[in-house]
C-alpha cells in the first residue's frame, strides 16, 4: 500500500511539472501571436486618453515606444535632478 501510494505521489508531481512546463509554453506563445496593429492601436488609445505623444515603432522594430516629453516636463525633470544632485 505504502509503495503505490509512493507511485502515486511521484506521478502527481511529474504531472505538476509538466503542467507547469506547457502552461508557460502556452502563456508565451499567446504573448507572441498578438498583432503588433492591435498593440499600436491600444498604444495609440491610451497615450491618446492621458494626452502623451508617442513614437511607435518602425516595421520589425519591437521595442516598446517611449513617451515624448512635453516641454514643461522636461524643466521639472532637470529642476528635480538638479535639486538631487545637490546643484
Request: avoid cysteine.
Given at each position: 500500500?505504502?509503495?503505490?501510494?509512493?507511485?502515486?505521489?511521484?506521478q502527481f508531481e511529474d504531472l505538476d511539472v509538466n503542467t507547469a512546463v506547457m502552461d508557460d509554453a502556452m502563456n508565451k506563445q499567446a504573448a507572441l501571436s498578438t498583432?503588433?496593429?492591435?498593440?499600436?492601436?491600444?498604444?495609440?488609445?491610451?497615450?491618446?486618453?492621458n494626452n502623451l505623444?508617442?513614437?511607435?515603432?518602425?516595421?520589425?522594430?519591437?521595442?516598446?515606444?517611449?513617451p515624448i516629453a512635453q516641454e514643461g516636463d522636461k524643466d521639472s525633470l532637470t529642476a528635480?535632478?538638479?535639486a538631487l544632485k545637490g546643484v
Open positions: 500500500m505504502v509503495n503505490t501510494m509512493n507511485q502515486f505521489e511521484k498583432p503588433p496593429d492591435q498593440v499600436n492601436e491600444l498604444l495609440l488609445k491610451i497615450a491618446d486618453e505623444e508617442v513614437q511607435l515603432p518602425q516595421a520589425g522594430n519591437n521595442k516598446v515606444p517611449a528635480r535632478l538638479d
